[in-house]
C-alpha cells in the first residue's frame, strides 16, 4: 500500500474505499505543516500499521504527527485514535459534544455495528475538545475549525487555505460529488445538517475532502451547492442492540 499526494501540503494515508489502508477505513488525510503532521480522522483501527507505513513511505516521520482532527465520533473515523497516539504521541480533538461518546466509545459512535462485524475496538482519550469556531495552528498551517452538526451532533470540519484556495475537510459531513450516502445514527438531525451545508458553502472551499468517495481539487462549492439544492434522503440507520 502506499499514500498519495493529493496537493503541495495533503495527502491521502488511509481509506480502505482507495485500498490505501485495511477494511473499516474511512478516508484519512495527512498534511504536511511544514516539520509537522497533521491528520484527519484515525480510520477503523485496523488499518492504523497501513497508515503509519504510508507515513513513513512518503518520506515523513509520523513521530512528527502533533494533532488527529477528530470530524466525528463514528467508529470509522475513531478506531485508530488509541494505536495512532501510541505511535505517535499525537493528540487527538474532537467537539465537546462528542467527547464522553468517543471516550467511552457510546452509543453515538455506532461501535455495536462494528463490532456485529467483528471488529476489535479501545477507547482513547480525547486531549483537546472544541466547541468550533476556533483556529489551530499546527507548523506553517492554521485551521479553522467549524462545526457542522447534523450527521451527527458535534461534527467538525476544518479549513485550511493553500495557494490561496480553500481545502475543506468535511467529514461526513458533505460528499464531492454533491450526494449524500452516508450512514446516520443517533444524533442525526437534518435540519441542523442543512443549516450546516449553508455555513460550508458560505466558506467558498475550491477543493473538498471528505471522509468517504472521492475527493475534488476544484469547484468545491459548486458540489456544496447541488448538495444544498437536491438534497436526496440520507441512508438513517441506528445502532443495534
Ligand atoms: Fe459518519
Known amino acids: ?3 498519495v499526494r493529493l496537493t503541495d501540503k495533503v495527502y491521502l494515508v488511509g481509506g480502505s474505499a482507495y485500498g490505501v489502508s485495511a477494511m473499516g477505513d474511512c478516508n484519512l488525510y495527512l498534511i504536511d505543516c511544514g516539520g509537522k503532521l497533521a491528520l484527519i480522522d484515525t480510520g477503523g483501527g485496523a488499518g492504523v500499521p497501513d497508515v503509519l507505513d504510508n507515513i513513513t513511505g512518503l518520506g ?10 477528530i470530524t466525528h465520533c463514528h467508529y470509522d473515523h475513531i478506531g485508530g485514535n488509541k494505536a495512532l497516539k501510541e505511535a505517535t504521541g499525537c493528540r487527538i480533538v474532537a467537539h465537546e459534544s462528542e467527547v464522553d461518546d468517543i471516550e467511552n466509545l457510546g452509543e453515538l459512535t455506532l461501535m455495536k455495528m ?4 467483528g471488529r476489535e475496538f479501545s477507547a482513547e482519550k480525547v486531549d483537546l475538545s472544541l466547541q468550533g469556531d476556533e483556529r489551530i495552528e499546527i507548523g506553517d498551517v492554521e485551521f479553522n475549525v467549524i462545526h457542522t452538526p447534523g450527521h451527527t451532533p458535534g461534527g467538525l470540519c476544518y479549513v485550511m487555505v493553500e495557494d490561496g484556495m480553500a481545502n475543506l475537510f468535511t467529514g461526513d459531513t458533505a460528499s ?8 446516520n445514527g443517533p444524533g442525526y438531525d437534518h435540519e441542523a445538517w442543512k443549516r450546516s451545508i449553508k455555513k460550508l ?6 477543493r473538498l475532502f471528505p471522509g468517504h468517495g472521492t475527493f475534488r481539487l476544484a469547484g468545491g462549492v459548486t458540489a456544496l ?3 444544498d439544492r437536491s438534497w436526496n434522503v440520507p441512508w438513517n440507520v441506528t445502532a443495534r442492540g
Open 225 to 227: 451547492q447541488n448538495l
Open 1 to 3: 500500500m502506499t499514500g
Open 176 to 183: 464531492a460529488d454533491g450526494r449524500l450516502g452516508f450512514i
Open 201 to 206: 458553502i458560505s466558506l467558498e472551499p475550491e
Open 60 to 69: 515523513f516521520d509520523p513521530k512528527t504527527l502533533e494533532y488527529a482532527l
Open 114 to 117: 462494528s463490532l456485529d462485524e
